[in-house]
């Protein structure tokens, strides 16, 4: 029997900021709701956020940093870990959705592309080595990783490196309470076509596209009606939102699941985008309900939510890397653990993809 062509992931890497943002850091901010300022003591505003979220700390870049310099780095340690020539890269994507913001300014930076800018240096000088952005909200490197395993299976590449970078922090409004949800980092994995007579690695994905609900993850001018310089932020109806992606994600990983033939009980882990820590226990939930499961099984869903944020399209590779890496406590990857991957954002997007490590 002809071996079949897998999508293997073979190196991670991350970046994880070292600036720590606890809630004390909003204590001076003034929040407004509808153009209204809130009327509430910020401490009582940063503890009930923290408390729906589960959002403790964030982390930001540095001053003198930007999104592609981060994704470089992330890069360069999914390469190390790979341990292949970066030469013999085939294809670079690079998953955000605001490009490069400078500090101190709003205005975003595309051009170049991220991922050429990444290639540049990186030091890569094979021009066989194609280098391209994706802009698909929070679920863009899950989808990075769908686009490049179409890419193995036709045969075009043999490794592909995903990079999924943010710094939301430069694009936040002040006067937003959900300013305090965002964060900045970055992950990246390699991506390498495996002849293989069992199956591994990428096994199946599943994504959707729910434009008509596109409203509810956006961007808009500052919640403070006094600020009139034209700046848009990034904006989101937290509660609606949480209510599409418990009833909408749960779905679409469960059609990704059966596509993929295995077993729900043999999922090992969840790799889920890190938005909001009771809306992925909720998702989880839901997902075995309907499978006809009461219980979630303990230690599917690593969480890094509490201490790194959400930072967009970086939440889901940076996870898998410190798992990986027995870096998040309690939880353990072996050979032959099935895993599903997972998120949602603006777009709004869903995707899912059922991984054999």
């Given at each position: 029997m002809k071996n079949k062509i897998q999508s293997v992931i073979t190196g991670t890497g991350s970046y994880i900021p070292t600036n720590v943002i606890s809630g004390k850091h909003f204590l001076g901010h003034t929040f407004f709701d509808g153009g209204v300022k809130i009327d509430k003591d910020n401490e009582e505003i940063i503890q009930k956020f923290a408390d729906i979220t589960e959002i403790g700390e964030r982390r930001y870049i540095d001053h003198n940093q930007l999104n592609h310099d981060i994704g470089t780095i992330a890069a360069q340690k999914a390469i190390e870990d790979a341990g292949i020539d970066k030469e013999t890269l085939d294809y670079i994507l690079f998953c955000h959705n605001f490009g490069d913001v400078k500090h101190g300014s709003n205005r975003v930076d595309m051009l170049p592309a991220l991922a050429a800018?990444?290639?540049?240096?990186?030091?890569?000088?094979?021009?066989?080595c194609v280098?391209?952005?994706?802009?698909?909200?929070?679920?863009?490197?899950?989808?990075?990783m769908i686009q490049a395993d179409y890419l193995i299976r036709s045969g075009d590449a043999k490794k592909v490196l995903v990079i999924g970078a943010e710094?939301?922090?430069?694009?936040?409004?002040?006067?937003?309470?959900?300013?305090?949800i965002f964060a900045d980092g970055a992950g990246a994995t390699i991506l390498e076509a495996a002849e293989v007579d069992q199956p591994i690695g990428i096994l199946a994905h599943k994504a959707q596209t729910y434009a008509s609900h596109a409203e509810m993850l956006t961007m808009a001018g500052s919640n403070n009606p006094a600020e009139t310089n034209g700046n848009t932020y990034i904006k989101m109806k937290g509660r609606k939102l949480y209510e599409f992606a418990v009833l909408t994600v749960p779905q679409l990983v469960k059609q990704a699941i059966d596509k993929s033939g295995v077993d729900i009980k043999k999922i090992k882990m969840v790799?889920?985008?890190?938005?909001?820590g009771k809306m992925d226990h909720a998702i989880m939930k839901r997902l075995f309900k309907l499978y006809g499961e009461d219980n979630?099984?303990?230690?599917?869903?690593?969480?890094?939510?509490?201490?790194?944020?959400?930072?967009?399209?970086?939440?889901?590779?940076?996870?898998?890397?410190?798992?990986?890496?027995?870096?998040?406590?309690?939880?353990?990857?072996?050979?032959?653990?099935?895993?599903?991957?997972a998120s949602v954002g603006a777009g709004m997007h869903i995707n899912a993809i059922v991984y054999k490590f």
């Open positions: 800018k990444v290639k540049s240096q990186l030091g890569i000088n094979n021009p066989d280098a391209f952005d994706i802009i698909f909200g929070c679920p863009g490197w899950v989808q990075g710094t939301l922090s430069r694009i936040v409004d002040h006067h937003d309470r959900d300013s305090m790799f889920i985008h890190q938005a909001n979630v099984p303990e230690k599917l869903v690593p969480m890094t939510i509490s201490w790194l944020g959400n930072s967009s399209v970086a939440t889901v590779p940076t996870l898998i890397d410190l798992v990986l890496k027995n870096k998040v406590e309690g939880y353990q990857i072996e050979k032959g653990d099935h895993a599903v991957f």
